[in-house]
């Protein structure tokens, strides 16, 4: 039960950042893909899924623009996301 607490408040934080966020420089996809990713790296695989989508939104909209930053934070996210939801469904949560 704290674990899913722990999730829900990730995708909170992670909502919050894309909303609130006033750096207009980096992408806020990729921000809340990071910190979902990194999330689900400690604490709860399930989220991994989330973390792929907000990645993978976040690397179409860096393709279309030129001017924001933050692909790095994007495919980390994917990765970790990736990585984390393959260990949910094969079992090793570990």
């Known amino acids: 039960m704290l674990l899913l607490a722990i999730g829900f408040v990730a995708v909170f934080l992670a909502i919050i950042s894309y909303f609130l966020l006033k750096d207009k420089r980096n992408n806020r996809l990729a921000i809340a893909s990071f910190i979902v990713g990194i999330v689900s790296a400690l604490f709860l ?5 989330i973390a792929i989508l907000l990645g993978t939104m976040a690397l179409h909209q860096l393709g279309k623009n030129d001017k924001e930053k933050g692909k790095w934070m994007a495919v980390t996210g994917l990765i970790l996301g990736i990585l984390y939801a393959i260990m949910y469904l094969t079992g090793n949560t570990g």
Request: aromatic content about 20%; cysteine-free; charged content about 0%.
């Open 45 to 49: 695989h399930i989220i991994g899924f």
